[in-house]
């Protein structure tokens, strides 16, 4: 089956502290992951691609094929990157994504 | 400016009510989508269109129905509003550009 798992509903960190937003996928094949994200009141958004594999906004991410994951990083969290983190899988066979319920990300100053 | 307007940010409608909901974009897109999006689901796929009159279902279609007639236009259509339909809305265009949502209430 195809899926995407994100374990974390909620994670709080401090500011300053590393941050890692977990995402967990089942797919046969090559998979496309994408992180999303969205701001308190603004629309959803996205993040990064592993094809491309850059860092935005201080985060990166790398796609473990062994471990099937694409875990979220970013070594020094800011209290701006207090959000809702969706992870994303994209379906070769028709282009469609597959979401995780998503984590919501609280910084403490 | 890249945009995707959405008809209404917020909507409240009575059970059985015929309900459209427009998306709007200004980038010649083929793919558009529409989602729910409700706490601690995600995002779930209703319908999506690859282009001009062509659509397919997604994993929750039941209940919705959806119109691509123009390119840059895809309207979904709840036929009989229910209390379970109440959600966050999401249009996207391509895999990058969200709507600003519209949180529909069906009371």
């Known amino acids: 089956a195809q899926r995407v798992t994100q374990p974390e509903k909620l994670l709080s960190v401090f500011k300053g502290a590393p941050v890692e937003l977990k995402c967990n996928y089942s797919?046969?094949?090559?998979?496309?992951l994408f992180w999303y994200v969205q701001y308190s009141r603004q629309r959803l958004q996205l993040l990064l691609r592993h094809i491309s594999r850059e860092s935005i906004k201080g985060f990166t991410a790398d796609l473990n094929k062994g471990e099937t994951s694409f875990h979220l990083k970013k070594p020094f969290a800011q209290e701006e990157d207090s959000a809702m983190y969706y992870c994303a899988l994209r379906r070769h066979s028709n282009y469609q994504l597959i979401w995780g319920a998503g984590t919501k990300l609280i910084i403490k100053p | 400016d890249v945009k995707v307007t959405q008809s209404s940010r917020y909507l409240v409608k009575r059970t059985g009510e015929k309900v459209f909901l427009e998306c709007v974009q200004d980038m010649d897109h083929e793919n558009m989508f529409w989602y729910r999006q409700d706490p601690g689901l995600g995002l779930r796929l209703i319908y999506f269109s690859y282009d001009v009159k062509m659509k397919e279902k997604g994993d929750i279609p039941e209940g919705y129905s959806v119109s691509r007639e123009k390119k840059e236009r895809f309207s979904l259509i709840l036929e009989s509003a229910s209390t379970n339909q109440t959600s966050m809305y999401l249009c996207?265009?391509?895999?990058?550009?969200f709507g600003p949502g519209t949180r529909l209430t069906v009371t």
């Open positions: 996207a265009s391509g895999e990058q550009y």
């Open positions: 797919y046969s094949g090559s998979p496309e």
